[in-house]
């Protein structure tokens, strides 16, 4: 389903629309980090110019909702564009996290529709610090993640992880559960659970 987008600045005439079938936005201050756009080469591009701007854009879902977003004046983001057939354009309009951070331990990871965020953010980033982890403790891991504000899920029509783990957070994650028995090594240390 395509949700409409509108960028308006009516004392300067300007209002022009395109269409998205893709969103996510941070809930804490309705920022965008990540927008697919299609319409005219005029509207799209006037549209991703005003979210890198900070600018505030109109999305309007068919159920006629709407929610104002804008773009974090604090994110750097990179514009995959192309021209369709017809003079239509497509662009992708994404924090640059998703392609790797500035901030160490700072990602955003798209979860695909029915897949389990632990077991993509397992994927996609722990697996990738030096941190001892079974992929047992994967779901407490990142119950404890979320707990401390280390990650957490942005909203819209895209499923988004925002997860800001090093190995310092993991490492002291795991010593911590291992400590309390929430995980723990079983069988000389070739099997784990957590409780």
């Not at 004392?11 to 079938?21: L, M, R």
């Not at 992929?135 to 997860?163: F, H, N, S, Y």
């Not at 490492?171 to 070739?190: C, N, P």
Request: proline share 3%.
């Amino acid at each position: 389903m395509l949700d409409h987008v509108v960028f308006e600045e009516p004392w300067k005439g300007i209002k022009v629309s395109a269409y998205t079938d893709q969103y996510a936005y941070d809930p804490e201050d309705n920022s965008l980090v990540f927008i697919s756009l299609a319409g005219t080469e005029q509207a799209v591009k006037a549209i991703s110019s005003a979210i890198i701007g900070g600018q505030t854009v109109s999305i309007m879902g068919a159920d006629n909702s709407e929610i104002l977003l804008d773009g974090h004046a604090a994110t750097h983001f990179r514009v995959l564009s192309t021209k369709l057939s017809g003079g239509a354009v497509h662009q992708l309009v994404a924090d640059s996290r998703f392609f790797g951070s500035d901030e160490p331990g700072a990602y955003l990871v798209v979860i695909p529709q029915q897949e389990d965020v632990s077991k993509v953010v397992y994927r996609q980033v722990l697996t990738h610090l030096a941190s001892p982890l079974l992929p047992e403790w994967v779901q407490w891991i990142c119950g404890q993640l979320k707990e401390v504000d280390r990650m957490r899920e942005m909203e819209g029509t895209l499923r988004v992880a925002q997860v800001s783990a090093n190995e310092a957070t993991v490492d002291q994650l795991v010593s911590q559960g291992l400590r309390t028995g929430q995980i723990r090594l079983e069988g000389g240390g070739t099997h784990a659970r957590f409780h």
